[in-house]
């Protein structure tokens, strides 16, 4: 099933200079590995197009089911060099819950806040 990362991960994040740095950790072990092969720094930099306009580093964190991500030319130059406060690095850490997933059906239970399916005959 396709879902949003919302109901896989929470973020944290944190900003120094033009730098947003954003770790996603896993709501249960059992999704991680699927946030480890399918958000990568590629991806994670696709979904900011426009918006990160430096490297991304990814770093793995696997004993807390986390991925850390360090976004260079994130910030329009920096907060308080910007005018554009929805670059502050809370607001890239809160967009990317927006980014989608491939979760197997059978970790329909491991997610958060995700509707449950349909029952078939259900009228």
Known sequence: ????????AHTRSGDKGNTSNISVIAYDEAL???LEEQLT???FHRHYAGTVHGPVLRYEVDGLA??????HGALGGGVSRSLCLDNYGKSL??????????I????????????????????
């Not at 099933?1 to 896989?8: D, G, S």
């Not at 986390?66 to 976004?71: C, S």
């Not at 850490?93 to 491939?102: M, Q, R």
């Open 93 to 102: 850490s809160a967009a990317i819950l927006g980014f989608e997933l491939d």
């Open 66 to 71: 986390a991925l850390n991500f360090v976004a």
């Open 32 to 34: 991680y590995p699927f």
């Open 104 to 123: 197997p059906d059978e970790l329909h239970g491991r997610l958060r806040n995700f509707p449950l399916p349909e029952s078939p005959g259900r009228g």
């Open 1 to 8: 099933m396709r879902v949003k990362l919302q109901h896989v």
């Open 41 to 43: 720094a590629e991806r």
